[in-house]
């Protein structure tokens, strides 16, 4: 493919990932451009590591007015960009490429996505005791996010105690703050008493087909979590989510994420401003796409 495939009517936007095959991109894409009467075309691409960097710089420069990029190419991307949203390069990850006047510029729209997603679900975290479970790419991100937008507190718990506390110590570093801490999984028993915390579940325990799974199974740690955020849509509602909600804490799924990162992309891409209403019917859209998708 090539510039040529360029119309002034079509709209050229797509997914660089590996795989991409289950992506719900397409849903949310489509429905906002029928919404718009956008012409789009929303092109999910398998790409090669060694195919990268010609796809970016000869596709996506070449034809396109936006795309995404997925697992594992999030932070590999970066090098074929010309520049980056300040956001994305504290992130350290790129989901959203934009054509813009300077070149391809990268920006992360998972983290302002979440955001978005825990404001219309209420979820407040400013002052919050804020547990993140997991010390992934995806929780450095959560982590920077809950720092910037007021936590009281942050825990990293993970497995890997090491990556924890990298983590911790790149946050000191970047945003000079005294309020993270990382711990080993198993020490939960250590938090602190006398909190009720706002957990992030942002491993990859539980994740469609090992439903039965939640990275922590202790009844005990759920009574301390007043709301459960996970970040996996797939099953709608995970065995973590079951457990803060049998202690009466209030648990989401990662879904409303997943939408809102779109919906900030479509707006970057397309220079339009999404009514919450239409996010609202996109969701609709998205959580019966993923329904009628049953194992
Ligand atoms: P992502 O980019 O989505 O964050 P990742 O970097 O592979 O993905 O991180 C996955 C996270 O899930 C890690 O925190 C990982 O723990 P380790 O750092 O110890 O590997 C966590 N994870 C995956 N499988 C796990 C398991 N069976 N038990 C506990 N944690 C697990």
């Known amino acids: 493919m090539n510039s040529q495939n360029r119309t002034d009517s079509i709209r050229q936007c797509g997914l660089i990932g590996n795989p991409v095959g289950h992506t719900l991109s397409p849903v949310i894409h489509n429905r906002l451009a029928q919404a718009f009467g956008h012409n789009l075309e929303y092109q999910p691409m398998q790409v090669e590591p060694e195919d990268l960097e010609k796809t970016v710089r000869e596709y996506v420069a070449g034809c396109m007015a936006g795309c995404n990029v997925t697992v594992p190419y999030k932070s590999a991307v970066i090098a074929h960009l010309d520049c980056l949203d300040s956001l994305a390069k504290e992130i350290g990850a790129v989901n959203t490429i934009v054509p813009t006047a300077e070149g391809l510029k990268g920006y992360n729209t998972d983290m302002p996505g979440l955001l978005r997603a825990m404001e219309e679900d209420g979820v407040k975290i400013r002052g919050e005791q ?3 479970l997991g010390a992934g790419g995806v929780a ?5 996010l809950m720092l910037k937008e007021g936590a009281k507190e942050v825990y990293l718990l993970n497995r890997t105690l090491e990556k924890a506390e990298t ?3 790149e946050m000191q570093a970047v945003m000079g703050c005294t309020n993270i801490h990382a711990l080993q999984l198993e020490e939960y028993n250590q938090l602190p008493l006398g909190h009720n915390y706002l957990a992030i579940q942002a491993t990859s325990v539980g994740l469609y087909p090992c439903v039965e799974r939640a990275v922590i199974e202790d ?3 759920y009574k301390r979590i007043h709301t459960g955020y996970d970040l996996i849509y ?3 509602e995970t065995k973590f989510m079951k457990f803060v909600k049998a202690q009466g804490g209030k648990a989401y799924n990662g879904l409303k994420m997943l939408l809102y990162q779109a919906v900030i992309a479509y707006e970057l891409w397309h220079r339009v ?3 919450k209403e239409l996010a609202q019917q996109t969701y609709q859209v998205l959580k019966d796409a993923v329904e009628q998708r049953k194992e």
């Open 167 to 169: 983590i911790v110590q």
């Open 234 to 236: 797939r099953p709608a």
């Open 219 to 221: 009844v005990e740690f």
């Open 130 to 132: 804020v547990l993140i």
């Open 273 to 275: 401003e999404i009514p």
């Open 140 to 144: 450095r991100a959560v982590a920077l």
